[in-house]
């Protein structure tokens, strides 16, 4: 596995559908007459009331959140598409999601899955709703040509918890509502459960491969579980035992391996894979900014990992710093091992190209290698990168 800066024209994103359109829509609780709508609360009923504080009290703002469809050619709003929701619902999670569909001959078809939490405060349980919507092709209005689509209704549901995740599994919903996982079906326009597991504190993110579900905990570390489409089952694979605030996940495919990258709140980056009778998982960190990273062969690796060790004990480095103790993982707890390996540091091997030719050949003599086959595997990385 390789690390490697990203130059900046790189690191511009765009998404077709958008929770908030043009950032967040402030909603003033409040007038002129000096008059705002508060919230008392009586058990799990709620109760509004009229207070009046003075023109000089500074009246709460109220995010209000709404949900637009843009066009992927030019980016603009496409016009009556906009749906406001409910005051004090905050949108957690939005996602596209492929459910089963008989009218298709991939037996998927394309939702917009959305989910909320209605966040009232800390005396009142937290609750959201699941909206699932349709994308749907209408009669354009006259001299409005981006107005050929439009959002469709399919399900709208209070849930018992806050959704804070979405995603699909072989054409079924799966959701994170509270501290438990869902797995629905779609049928008749209504969500059918089939199967259901409990999680730990909070789960901000769900990715999917194939039977499997990788899920992020923003306290309690990742978990990987599997979805048993014949028994209707939902089981946990393994799990992080290691506290670790996770801040985003994803998959990493060498081959036959997968891996699962996480970033954590101390700005490392982990790879995890699961090997059930090994006693610790591979592991890989950085701390500062990161462009991208992608695996390398082995013969590559073993090639580079010595190109790296000699240029971390004689190189010259800015203002005497150790490029290995950059990399090392970092954590507030002590720990038992050094999960910092297997992976090449891109921006120091690199340097390799800029260094005087008698050095280079000194250094190439002392990993028992020649100059091309280093700028070989070199170049070959930098066509691979220039996806990216």
Same mark, same amino acid.
């Given at each position: 596995?390789?690390?490697?800066?990203?130059?900046?024209?790189?690191?511009?994103?765009?998404?077709t559908?958008?929770?908030? &359109?043009?950032?967040?829509?402030?909603?003033?609780?409040g007038? *002129? !007459?000096?008059?705002?709508?508060? !919230?008392?609360?009586?058990?799990e009923? *709620?109760?509004?009331?009229?207070?009046?504080?003075?023109?000089? %009290?500074?009246?709460?703002?109220?995010?209000?959140?709404?949900?637009?469809?843009f066009?992927?050619?030019?980016?603009?709003?496409? &016009?009556?598409?906009?749906?406001?929701?409910?005051?004090?619902?905050?949108?957690?999670?939005?996602?596209n999601?492929a459910?089963?569909?008989?009218?298709?001959?991939?037996?998927?078809?394309?939702?917009? =899955?959305? /989910?909320?939490?209605?966040?009232?405060?800390?005396?009142?349980?937290?609750?959201?709703?699941?909206l699932?919507?349709?994308?749907?092709e209408?009669?354009?209005?006259?001299?409005?040509?981006?107005?050929?689509? *439009? %959002?469709?209704?399919?399900?709208?549901?209070?849930?018992?918890?806050?959704?804070?995740?979405? !995603?699909?599994?072989k054409?079924?919903?799966?959701?994170?509502v509270?501290?438990k996982?869902?797995?629905?079906?779609?049928k008749?326009?209504?969500?059918? /459960?089939?199967?259901?597991?409990?999680?730990?504190?909070?789960?901000?993110?769900i990715?999917?491969?194939?039977?499997?579900l990788?899920?992020?905990?923003? #306290?309690?570390?990742i978990?990987?579980?599997?979805?048993?489409e014949?028994?209707?089952? @939902?089981?946990?694979?393994?799990?992080? %035992?290691?506290?670790?605030?996770?801040?985003?996940?994803e998959?990493?495919?060498?081959? !036959?391996?997968?891996?699962?990258?996480?970033?954590?709140?101390?700005?490392?980056?982990?790879?995890?894979m699961?090997?059930?009778?090994?006693?610790?998982?591979?592991?890989?960190?950085?701390?500062?900014?990161?462009?991208?990273?992608?695996?390398?062969?082995?013969?590559?690796?073993?090639r580079?990992?010595?190109?790296?060790n000699? @240029?971390?004990?004689?190189g010259?480095?800015?203002?005497?710093?150790?490029p290995? =103790?950059?990399?090392? #993982?970092?954590?507030?707890?002590?720990?038992?091992?050094?999960?910092?390996?297997?992976?090449?540091?891109?921006?120091l091997?690199?340097?390799?190209?800029?260094?005087?030719?008698?050095?280079?050949?000194?250094?190439?003599k002392?990993?028992?290698?020649k100059?091309?086959?280093?700028?070989?595997?070199?170049a070959d990385?930098?066509?691979?990168?220039n996806? %990216?």
């Amino acid at each position: 596995m390789m690390l490697h800066g990203l130059s900046e024209r790189y690191r511009k994103m765009y998404s077709t559908f958008c929770e908030l &359109p043009f950032g967040i829509e402030n909603l003033l609780l409040g007038n *002129k !007459s000096g008059r705002t709508i508060g !919230s008392l609360l009586s058990s799990e009923d *709620k109760e509004l009331s009229i207070e009046d504080k003075g023109e000089r %009290f500074p009246y709460p703002v109220q995010e209000k959140f709404s949900i637009c469809l843009f066009s992927p050619v030019s980016w603009d709003v496409i &016009p009556n598409t906009k749906i406001d929701l409910d005051e004090w619902e905050h949108v957690n999670c939005l996602k596209n999601v492929a459910l089963a569909y008989e009218g298709t001959r991939s037996g998927l078809k394309g939702y917009i =899955a959305v /989910g909320t939490n209605y966040n009232y405060g800390e005396d009142i349980t937290s609750r959201g709703r699941i909206l699932i919507y349709d994308i749907i092709e209408v009669v354009p209005e006259p001299g409005q040509p981006l107005t050929k689509n *439009k %959002f469709k209704e399919i399900y709208a549901k209070d849930q018992k918890g806050p959704v804070t995740a979405l !995603s699909q599994v072989k054409g079924f919903l799966v959701s994170a509502v509270g501290q438990k996982i869902y797995i629905w079906q779609l049928k008749d326009n209504d969500l059918i /459960g089939v199967a259901f597991i409990d999680t730990q504190v909070y789960t901000h993110q769900i990715l999917t491969i194939k039977s499997l579900l990788l899920i992020a905990d923003v #306290y309690k570390s990742i978990a990987l579980l599997r979805f048993q489409e014949e028994y209707r089952t @939902l089981s946990l694979v393994s799990r992080d %035992f290691k506290p670790c605030e996770v801040y985003s996940i994803e998959y990493m495919i060498d081959n !036959s391996s997968l891996g699962f990258l996480v970033s954590d709140r101390e700005k490392n980056l982990v790879l995890y894979m699961y090997q059930p009778e090994a006693r610790e998982s591979l592991g890989a960190t950085l701390d500062g900014s990161l462009g991208f990273i992608m695996p390398v062969p082995e013969k590559t690796y073993r090639r580079l990992l010595m190109l790296q060790n000699v @240029l971390v004990s004689q190189g010259a480095h800015i203002a005497g710093l150790n490029p290995k =103790a950059f990399r090392t #993982y970092k954590s507030w707890r002590k720990l038992q091992y050094n999960p910092a390996r297997a992976v090449i540091d891109g921006d120091l091997v690199w340097a390799f190209m800029h260094l005087p030719i008698t050095e280079k050949i000194e250094v190439s003599k002392k990993i028992g290698t020649k100059i091309e086959e280093i700028v070989d595997d070199l170049a070959d990385i930098q066509k691979l990168a220039n996806h %990216f």
